[in-house]
């Protein structure tokens, strides 16, 4: 399958140095007509290159994976109602954006830097300097604007944000802060988010913390970029390239002695808390690309596990019916979709959790959903059934610690 299409035009065709913050890692031929790249010509520093893209030395087969690479930084083609979001946005396709601020995200220090530029990243990066960020969030989260944005309004990180849901980044104090919003008229992952974040604040785990904030009159969730300009995450989408695939509890154990073999401190209990978490919510999307590891891109030094994030697609979101009570009891453990009885059992040690501290959740989380209900419209009778769901996995966690 092709990624790009070569234009006729070379008007369109830029050499460009991708960049990590401040190591030039290739030269390449760069088509903005299609957001792909024709060529590379010199590799100079392979190892500060993205991590999936580490290997390749071959540059054919590196400008292949450069380019998907690259389109992967984009809003994917299943972002809720893109097609909105592009009017408003005055573009035809997603990866005509990337090239608009450089390809800057706030989950790396990657960009692209035109052949010969004086640019700095000291000038450009989006920890540092501020950026318009009103536009893109009219554009992304109101309901009923009419609003097309500049080009100033381009100039931003919410070009390069994955996921289905409707986001985009804002500042307030110095501090990036991500909104998110519900899928289409499902308006329950932002108080997924934040029972997430309930749940690890008492059970001690390493977390983003969301909190709920509105946006005009939608209910969103609300977290902290957990970067820095000195970081990067790394998914586990590319660590795992390298694995050979068994099945998923073998690949999960693999995981873990990499990430142990690269000196992560406490790697496998970091790992054991998002499943535990994740069985307690009934997360369905625990994908690769949600988890990964926190490396220094000066050193190249993996540093942690990431912080447990992207909890919101919980508590049966897909399966809610008025007239009856359905239960999805399936989870991801890596590729492989699992019951959650069967993913909770790569836990060592579950007797370590003082599950006491989770008494009170359920009547806390029922006071947040009635607080918000006049926003939400959610009925009593699913508030009612939400919270029978999580007292129900509190009570199985419980029973198995029991038994243990």
């Not at 097609?83 to 608009?100: G, S």
């Not at 992304?140 to 849901?165: A, V, Y």
């Not at 599950?355 to 806390?364: F, S, Y």
Request: charged letters at 30%; hydrophobic letters at 35%.
């Amino acid at each position: 399958m092709l990624l790009f299409i070569i234009c006729g035009n070379r008007d369109y065709i830029m050499k460009k140095i991708l960049m990590n913050k401040n190591t030039e890692v290739l030269l390449a031929d760069f088509d903005s007509a299609t957001g792909g790249f024709i060529s590379v010509d010199e590799i100079y520093n392979i190892d500060y290159a993205p991590y999936i893209l580490r290997n390749w030395t071959d540059k054919e087969q590196l400008r292949i994976r450069l380019c998907s690479w690259f389109r992967g930084r984009g809003i994917p083609s299943w972002r809720d109602m893109l097609d909105v979001l592009l009017h408003r946005l005055d573009v035809v396709a997603p990866n005509e954006l990337l090239d608009k601020a450089l390809g800057l995200s706030l989950s790396d220090q990657y960009w692209i830097k035109p052949y010969n530029s004086s640019i700095k990243y000291d000038d450009v990066n989006f920890f540092d300097n501020g950026f318009d960020y009103t536009e893109f969030l009219e554009a992304s989260l109101s309901k009923n604007s009419n609003t097309i944005i500049s080009k100033n309004g381009l100039k931003t990180p919410n070009n390069t944000t994955d996921g289905m849901l409707k986001k985009a980044w804002i500042i307030e104090d110095k501090t990036r802060y991500l909104l998110k919003g519900g899928y289409k008229n499902e308006l329950l992952q932002p108080f997924n988010e934040v029972l997430a974040s309930e749940i690890c604040d008492r059970l001690g785990f390493n977390h983003v913390t969301y909190t709920l904030d509105m946006y005009k009159d939608t209910v969103v969730s609300k977290c902290p970029c957990f970067i820095n300009k000195d970081t990067e995450l790394v998914t586990c989408y590319q660590i795992e390239k390298g694995i050979t695939r068994y099945n998923s509890v073998e690949d999960y154990e693999e995981y873990i002695k990499i990430l142990e073999n690269h000196n992560i401190k406490d790697a496998r209990t970091k790992m054991e808390d998002m499943y535990i978490l994740d069985f307690l919510i009934m997360n369905e999307d625990r994908h690769l690309n949600n988890f990964g590891i926190i490396r220094d891109v000066n050193t190249l030094e993996w540093l942690d596990v990431a912080p447990i994030f992207d909890n919101g697609q919980s508590l049966n979101i897909d399966y809610y019916d008025e007239e009856e009570l359905h239960i999805s009891s399936e989870g991801r453990l890596f590729y492989e979709v699992k019951p959650f009885d069967d993913i909770i059992k790569i836990v060592k040690d579950i007797k370590r959790l003082d599950l006491t501290k989770l008494d009170g959740l359920v009547e806390w989380f029922d006071d947040l959903l009635h607080k918000y209900q006049s926003y939400t419209g959610f009925s009593d009778i699913r508030i009612n059934r939400l919270c029978i769901l999580l007292n129900r996995q509190i009570n199985k966690l419980k029973e198995l610690q029991s038994l243990a």
